[in-house]
């Protein structure tokens, strides 16, 4: 299993950026995917889910992220992504992707051990 992200620069604070997470390989029991991210000296926080099928349209945000990022996938090419609106420097950091392998139910989807499989991560950095 891979996870690769990509679309992570400097930007300016009020800026956007939109990320991406290539997968291959996942098991075909995924259930849900999520983006995550971690700032220097920092608890990696989760910031957004998704169930990872088609139609089924069940997404989660955390607060600090509810209104600006809107999660989003393309199931038959198996890629995720996270569009980012009105940036603020506390944003910054590493963000990562994750997918599901052995289900977890009754662990939320905002949290990371709920997710078995992690990419390297892109870095976003707003100033």
């Known amino acids: 299993v891979q996870l690769v992200e990509s679309g992570g620069e400097s930007v300016q604070a009020g800026g956007s950026l939109r990320l991406a997470c290539v997968t291959s390989g996942l098991p075909s029991h995924t259930l849900w995917m999520g983006w995550f991210r971690q700032a220097p000296g920092k608890e990696r926080e989760g910031i957004s889910a998704?169930?990872?099928?088609?139609?089924?349209?069940?997404?989660r945000y955390a607060d600090s992220v509810r209104g600006r990022f809107t999660i989003s996938q393309d199931f038959d090419k198996k890629m995720m992504f996270l569009e980012m609106n009105s940036l603020k420097p506390e944003d910054t950091g590493m963000y990562y992707c994750a997918a599901e392998g052995r289900s977890r139910v009754g662990v939320s989807p905002l949290l990371s051990a709920r997710y078995e499989y992690w990419g390297q991560g892109t870095q976003v950095t707003v100033s």
């Open positions: 998704i169930y990872f099928g088609g139609g089924h349209g069940d997404l």
